[in-house]
């Protein structure tokens, strides 16, 4: 069974930093693409970040580049989601999600078939 866990949401105060796990199992962690997404209340899902395992490749998008990193030890299967500079525009229910099939393609992490998903963990920042 495929399954997305997300640990290490929390408060955080404006400037502070957080760092968010995605522990993954239940398929073939080296040939998957794991995206990190965000739902703020009232606002639609945001598509973040993201990592193709293989070749550790990632992208972020505009409104968190440069503050946020992402890591990965696949021995244990976990990414990790590095959030810096942190700002109430951050203030969301973070989710992971997994699509899988990309070791030997062209697919980079922004186009892979996402098809698990987390449960989110909230994050919440205060001023």
């Known amino acids: 069974e495929v399954q997305l866990v997300e640990y290490g949401g929390g408060v955080v105060q404006t400037g502070g930093s957080l760092r968010l796990s995605c522990a993954a199992s239940?398929?073939?962690?080296?040939?998957?693409?794991i995206g990190w997404f965000r739902q703020a209340p009232g606002k639609a899902s945001e598509g973040i970040s993201c990592?193709?395992?293989?070749?550790?490749?990632?992208w972020f998008a505009d409104s968190v580049k440069g503050r946020f990193t992402m890591s990965s030890d696949i021995a244990k299967k976990l990414v990790y989601l590095q959030m810096d500079h942190m700002a109430p525009a951050d203030a969301a229910v973070y989710s992971c999600?997994?699509?899988?099939?990309?070791?030997?393609?062209?697919?980079?992490?922004?186009?892979?078939?996402?098809?698990?998903w987390g449960q989110g963990t909230p994050v919440t920042v205060s001023s």
């Open positions: 999600a997994a699509g899988g099939g990309l070791i030997g393609s062209d697919t980079t992490c922004q186009t892979a078939p996402y098809a698990a």
């Open positions: 239940g398929f073939t962690f080296d040939d998957a693409a």
């Open positions: 990592m193709k395992i293989s070749d550790n490749s990632t």
